[in-house]
């Protein structure tokens, strides 16, 4: 009896040092789908130079970051919004403090087919075409055909912004509202496999995710304005209209294993990882 | 010593036995705690007949009618398909396949339940959508009718298994009788052991529906998530379950928005209530 009693003690003893040592090295990363790539590029390069320390990254959307940061489930969130007020009440409620790092800049890439005509839009027209007020293509130059409206779940930071940025034109108290036909779907991803598929979707996300087989809208801030396509340098000199910071977020003022990794990402290696993966790095 | 044992064991079956209902009963509970909080802020009315969804803007909508007309559609569409389906399906393996075709039928419906469902999403996604979109010449292809097809292929090993056995359990000199008069094989299936069976048959297709509304993955996946009313089942829509999966891992604890998600989950829960419900009524209507 006495020998069972002795190696329970022992073994919980073991399980408790394990969890701790654990606990100490690894940092959970979890937020922004956008920034998932650049996220795990970033854990993946601070991981080979500390060997020993544990970068574990998910996803799931700014909100559900935000959302885990102040349940305690996450170290860092990721995020392309910055954090609502609701959010921070919520957080002192709970006791966390959330500390914002900015940490790069997105540019968003409104996608359409390439076999679409269309190639160059005003962000008033973007507007009427996400809130429904333009239904078809020839409105805007193209073909006679319904328009296919993609956005994001509403847990997206992308989706957030770009209702407050394009459809509300950052005027707080907008009330416009994407058309309740948009296809709401769940990742960048799906978004740019309907895009790539459907001649008559239109759709956005970071620049990061565009590829050949979908064309990038070239945005003007009216009619008179230049038409700019999402690039890096157009981002960096504030001529493209619709882009964005990235954010982390802690909770409190970095310490410790987390502060080492923030360091890391505002240093030039971890800036040049930002542009690495299409990117608009903060600090040059 | 051996009586305490014997007693011990009684009560923990005992126990077991009670679980299950144990556990419905606290997770009602816990659904109708977080639920009806939000009926402080929001009207039942507007709640369940509102036409908008827009559950983070200021001030949230929160109008559920889409959501449950996309879940009623798809379900229906899936039943349509499943139902004429699954039951010759199950007349055939009970009353006219050979018994080597038999257990291969049978082998390959436990094969079909056994595919996880967003592996079907993921199939449908690849091959259903464009499909879909062509044939009908459609902006997109994620509507309800893929919805609802995919869903068929999740209704259907139940539909077949559970109507196989009230065919099976139907008393076999129903059928010698049958014959004795004269009557033919399609005859004797239709005019006898269809009704005899009638009621479990009905239980069968209970379950299935059953299953379908409960279904979430998939959908999602591939009925493009709309939450607008649909006019027709070749429409996007948004469903009652996808909402809630899409949604939680945003919305904040003991917010408006989580506290509708878990209203939804009440509503939910009685409609799949109501309908294993009808199917236990249907079950144990000879009795």
Redesign the interface.
């Known amino acids: 009896m006495l020998k069972k009693g002795l190696l329970v003690a022992i073994t919980l003893l073991c399980a408790a040092t394990a969890f701790a040592a654990k606990d100490k090295d690894s940092i959970q990363v979890k937020g922004s789908d956008t920034m998932v790539n650049l996220s795990q590029s970033w854990a993946e390069k601070y991981t080979e130079e500390n060997p020993g320390n544990f970068v574990a990254v998910t996803g ?2 700014s ?2 970051g935000i ?1 885990a940061l ?2 305690g489930t996450c170290d860092i969130a990721n995020a392309s919004r910055t954090i609502k007020e ?2 921070i009440a ?1 957080a002192k409620q709970r006791g966390t403090d959330p500390y914002e790092i900015k940490v790069g800049l997105d540019g968003l890439a409104v996608v359409v087919n390439p076999h679409n005509p269309v190639s160059k839009l005003t962000t008033q027209q973007l507007a009427d075409i996400f809130t429904g007020r333009v239904t078809n293509w020839k409105e805007l130059g193209g073909e006679d ?4 409206v993609l956005s994001r ?3 997206s930071g992308t989706h ?1 912004y770009f209702k407050e940025h394009v459809l509300r034109k950052s005027d707080p108290n907008g009330k416009e ?1 994407f058309s ?7 990742s960048s991803q799906a978004i740019a496999d ?1 895009v790539a ?2 001649s ?2 239109i759709g956005y996300y970071g620049m990061g995710y565009t590829s050949a087989k979908q064309k990038s809208i070239a945005v003007a801030k009216d009619e008179r304005s230049e038409y700019v396509i999402p690039a890096i340098e157009n981002v960096l000199n504030g001529k493209y209209p619709i882009s964005r910071p990235l954010f982390v977020y802690t909770n409190g003022s970095p310490t410790g294993s987390v502060k080492k990794f923030v360091d890391f990402i505002l240093s030039k290696e971890g800036q040049d990882i930002v542009t690495a993966t299409d990117f608009v790095p903060v600090k040059k | 010593m051996r009586k305490f044992k014997e007693f011990i064991i009684e009560k923990l079956v005992l126990l077991c036995g009670f679980a299950s209902i144990i556990f419905v009963g606290l997770i009602f509970l816990f659904l109708l705690r977080e639920g009806l909080a939000l009926f402080k802020t929001a009207g039942p009315f507007n709640f369940l007949f509102g036409k ?6 200021e001030p949230a909508q929160l109008g559920i009618l ?1 959501l449950i007309l996309g879940s009623l559609l798809v379900t229906v569409g899936a039943a349509v398909i499943s139902i004429p389906i699954g039951v010759g399906c199950a007349i055939y393996i009970a009353e006219i396949a050979p018994i080597k075709i038999k257990e291969m039928l049978k082998a390959g419906i436990e094969l079909l339940a056994a595919i996880p469902s967003v592996v079907l999403g993921f199939i449908g996604m690849v091959t259903l959508v ?1 499909l879909v ?1 062509n044939i009908f010449h459609l ?2 292809g ?1 509507t309800a009718l893929s919805g609802s097809i995919m869903l068929a292929f999740m209704a259907m090993p139940t539909i077949v298994s559970v109507a196989e056995d009230a065919l099976y359990s139907v008393p076999k000199n129903y059928k010698e009788g049958a014959f004795a008069l004269g009557a033919t094989h399609w005859q004797t299936i239709w005019r006898v052991e269809l009704p005899a069976a009638s009621s479990g048959i009905l239980a069968a297709i209970m379950l299935g529906i059953g299953r379908v509304i409960g279904e979430t993955m998939a959908v ?2 591939i009925t ?5 009313i649909p006019h027709s089942i070749l429409a ?1 829509v ?1 469903t009652l379950t996808a909402t809630i999966a ?2 939680m ?7 408006e928005h989580y506290f509708a998600l878990f209203a939804i989950g009440i509503a939910l829960f009685v409609i799949s209530f109501a309908i294993n419900v009808t199917a236990d009524l249907f079950l144990h209507r000879d009795e």
Do not use: C, F, Q
Request: proline share 8%; hydrophobic share 40%.
């Open positions: 799931g959307g909100g559900t959302s102040i349940s609701k959010e919520l055909r319904k328009i296919v779940e509403v847990n957030v509202e309740s036909g948009a296809l709401l779907l769940s309907e598929g459907n008559d979707a | 908008n969804w827009y559950p983070i803007s889409p464009p979109k902006p997109t994620l999602m996946m493009g998530n709309a939450a607008v996007p948004r899409a949604e891992g945003e919305a904040v604890v003991g917010s």
